[in-house]
């Protein structure tokens, strides 16, 4: 009888909350596991913006007139792009996934879209490049996730009169939220009915409403009607999972945190206050140079060894890495870029088993390195040079090691197993350049 009450109870409060809450689909938490397997994507920032070669924000930074700016439009001619080689490019180094701008703050849509003539077709290109990307990526077999920026800084009806950015491109008058957020619906609706399967739709813009990141009022000052915009993508394709770059918890209705430029915990952008998700899978992004957009004079690329321990490192902390390129104007990314990627490639070829499908934040990160683990496997990553001589310790470490080995010549390795931790001996180990990588077989 008991028994039979707690039930009815226990089934009220769930009708109840669900009537309040968004409940993840059974697909849509196949596709959270599928994305923490995953752990690589590919990020690609491109559009007219690329041609100044200044970075994708140009418009703003240079306070162009939008009736300027969109003239932009008339030479985006990308004859050289291929989209067979960007996700080859992709597959090559080790990536599972490509987010892609469809539209970014400069408001130019990259696909054939009906409401609004700023787009790819009206390019003297006139081939809808979210299009050429979905089918190639289909026929690939690796997901697209689509980046949408929820701030436009051409549009009469977005609110640009609170807005932080866009106020050089000469628009008077206020916005109109409700006549924008019906564009938006429009336009993600023929972007999740036209494209196949999206893994994701990738917001971006909230903050240009709400205070600086860091300041203590969070608040934004229109309100964006999200579980509108949310319902609507989860009831077009429920496994698609949104994410946005607000830069704070998860609000109600999305499927995955993002942090920009930093791992949880870091807060080196400035952007990123916020703690990591623990039920929501997470993502960070970063650029191979500085910019996201083509930047004809950044030349401070990141190493591959940068790149990879950024990888290992978010491994460890359960944490995605999609890294960034931005391609030219011409369609074709450029050879540091492209090289970057193919060593970072031949890395995974050896040692993606020890990130892929892999789960962090088993054990926390240590100024040596991070810990992956997959099934019965831990993947001890050495990434620095351990403090002693010999030998790496694993402070609190206490589950019990049947066997551990060097991964890239299968050695054995003594190790033992004390109160205050585990020691893992390195006797005649070469620490590798990149990463060291110690198996452990547990009991
Ligand atoms: C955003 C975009 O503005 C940028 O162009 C790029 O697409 C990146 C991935 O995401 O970056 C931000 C986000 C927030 C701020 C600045 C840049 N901010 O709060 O000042």
Redesign the pocket.
């Known amino acids: 009888m008991k028994r039979l009450a707690t039930f009815f109870t226990a089934l009220f409060l769930c009708v109840i909350t669900m009537a309040q809450t968004y409940v993840p689909t059974p697909e849509n938490i196949k596709a959270r596991q599928q994305f923490r397997d995953n752990k690589f994507g590919l990020f690609i ?1 491109w559009g007219p913006f690329s041609i100044p070669g200044d970075g ?2 140009v418009m703003n930074n240079k306070n162009i007139r939008y009736k300027d700016y969109k003239r932009l439009m008339d030479f985006f001619n990308p004859v050289e792009f291929n989209a067979e080689q960007w996700v080859s490019m992709a597959k090559n180094a080790g990536m599972k996934y490509i987010t892609l701008i469809t539209r ?2 400069d408001g130019f849509s990259m696909w054939d879209t009906k409401y609004s003539d700023y787009n790819i077709m009206h390019s003297p290109y006139k081939k809808d490049i979210v299009k050429l990307m979905a089918d190639e990526c289909h026929k690939q077999g690796i997901q697209l996730f689509l ?1 949408y920026s929820l701030l436009d800084w051409g549009r009469d009806d977005y609110p640009h009169e609170t807005g932080k950015t866009g106020h050089g491109s000469g628009r008077t008058g206020k916005g109109d939220y409700a006549a924008y957020l019906q564009f938006m619906k429009n336009q993600l609706t023929e972007l999740l009915t036209n494209y196949g399967t999206i893994g994701g739709i990738w917001f ?1 813009g909230h ?1 240009d409403q709400t205070q ?2 860091g300041a203590a009022d969070r608040t934004s000052r229109i309100n964006w009607k999200y579980d509108e915009i949310y319902g609507l993508i989860h009831k077009l394709q429920p496994q698609a999972m949104i994410g946005n ?1 607000h ?1 704070m918890a998860p609000f109600a209705g999305e499927d995955f945190q993002m942090f ?1 430029k930093d791992l949880p915990g870091e807060n080196k952008s400035g ?1 990123s206050f916020q703690e990591a998700s623990l039920q929501l899978p997470v993502e960070t ?1 970063e650029t191979m140079n500085n910019s ?1 957009g083509f930047n004809i004079t950044d030349d401070s690329y990141k190493s591959v060894k940068q790149l990879v321990h950024y990888l290992v490192k978010g491994a460890g902390r359960d944490v995605n890495f999609l890294l960034n390129v931005g391609p030219m104007p011409n369609g074709k990314i450029q050879s540091e870029f492209t090289d970057t990627l193919k060593a970072i490639g031949q890395w995974m070829q050896l040692n993606s088993e020890t990130i892929y499908s892999t789960r962090g934040n088993i054990y926390p990160p240590q100024d040596w390195g991070v810990v992956t683990v997959k099934n019965n496997t831990y993947y001890v990553h050495i990434l620095q040079k351990p403090a002693q001589q010999g030998y790496i310790f694993l402070p609190e470490f206490k589950d019990k090691i049947k066997a551990a080995s060097l991964r890239a010549d299968k050695k054995n390795l003594k190790f033992k197993q004390t109160q205050e931790g585990t020691f893992i001996y390195l006797d005649g180990v070469k620490l590798d350049d990149i990463d060291t990588i110690i198996e452990l077989n547990m009991q």
């Open positions: 920032h994708e924000w970014h703050h980046y971006d903050w600086p990141e770059n830069h920009e952007l992004c996201w």
